[in-house]
């Protein structure tokens, strides 16, 4: 049976570990999708027009190198707020959510506008200040040389662009059920989303 489970929320709020972790318990397949804009992104800093990219994204694309980092982060947040862009990598993602077995899809807009249809809809959220921590706490990992303070203005920068941009911005579905993780653990956070989805089914 194909089910589809939307999963969307701000940069660092703990929608992409909280995805993963659903879509193992489910045994369904899970697409990032910020990961397409990050291609298209990442495209676009090696000087390919938006468009073009978006129309001729491969899914060995989304296994590139360097999507992950701030750069391309910022690059994959202009690139979304084109509404060319974001009409050419619909299908896929609507392809992709109508799988047999199921599919967890997480993004900014999937409840809202590529899966308005999904069985079950999540909107995670955190303080800007503890994704800042988050993703400064990462981008240390990776051994980035970056400061906390920038890194909150990004949040900050990106936040403003996902939110006020005039196609798809990102908000909650009415009916989506909120998870705020600023106060969670991961494994409270995952909890609180598996009970979401099994009061939705
Ligand atoms: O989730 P992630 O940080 O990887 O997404 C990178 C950027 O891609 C976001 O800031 C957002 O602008 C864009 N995006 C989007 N719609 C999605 C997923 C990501 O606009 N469904």
New binding site residues.
């Given amino acids: 049976m194909a089910f589809t489970i939307a999963i969307d929320g701000p ?1 660092a709020s703990g929608k992409g570990t909280i995805s993963r972790e659903v879509a193992r318990v489910f045994g369904c397949a899970h697409l ?4 397409l ?2 291609a298209v992104g990442l495209r676009m800093l090696e000087g390919e027009e938006p468009l073009e990219a978006a129309r001729a994204l491969m899914p060995a694309d989304l296994e590139k190198d360097g999507l992950r980092t701030g750069a391309v ?1 910022e690059a ?2 202009k690139v ?1 707020a084109i509404p060319e862009v974001r009409a050419a990598l619909v299908d896929f993602q609507r392809a992709f959510a109508r799988r047999d077995g199921g599919a967890v899809l997480d ?4 409840g809202t506008v590529i899966c308005p249809e999904a069985e079950a809809k999540l909107f995670v959220i955190a303080s800007p200040e503890t994704r800042a921590r988050r993703r400064f706490q990462e981008f240390v990992a990776a051994g980035e040389d970056v400061d906390y303070s920038r890194v909150l203005e990004d949040v900050r920068a ?1 936040d403003a ?2 939110m006020g941009r005039a196609d ?1 911005p990102l908000r909650p579905a009415d009916d989506a059920t909120e998870i705020d993780t600023t106060h969670l653990s991961i494994e409270e956070a995952v909890a609180a989303a598996i009970a979401a989805i099994e009061a939705a089914g």
């Fill in positions: 940069a990032d999708t910020g990961l804009y990050r982060g994959a947040s979304a993004g900014r807009d999937i990106r662009r996902d798809a």
